[in-house]
Nanobody
């Protein structure tokens, strides 16, 4: 399996921006499609965005489409989530995940998460 470590979370005001990073190690990064998920307190984990192994394909949850951008740098073994126009409802722990299947519903490897808090 691949090991994943997220960073970049924090507290920002509504309307602000953050960029999350997820560094991968242990297996060839380019084998894996990467995803971002989030879980707010008292709710189930939900899909946010995914990117294919080469980066050519991306998909987003409707709630973040047009505000969030997923990208990856295979030379740096890192996937990013750029979050703009943040809203209080974006507050959650954000997790990156890896799977060989871009369309996977359940990803094989997960990071520990990074907290994002949006103040109104």
């Amino acid at each position: 399996q691949v090991q994943l470590v997220e960073s970049g979370g924090g507290l920002v005001q509504a309307g602000g921006s953050l960029r999350l990073s997820c560094a991968a190690s242990g297996r060839p990064f380019s084998f894996y499609a990467m995803g971002w998920f989030r879980q707010a307190t008292g709710t189930e984990r939900e899909f946010v965005a995914a990117i294919s192994q080469g980066g050519a394909a991306t998909r987003y949850a409707d709630a973040v489409k047009g505000r969030f951008t997923i990208s990856r740098d295979n030379a740096k073994n890192t996937v990013y989530l750029r979050m703009n126009s943040l809203k209080p409802e974006d507050t959650a722990a954000y997790y990156c995940a890896a799977d060989t299947n871009y369309y996977a519903n359940s990803y094989a490897s997960w990071g520990q998460g990074t907290q994002v808090t949006i103040s109104s």
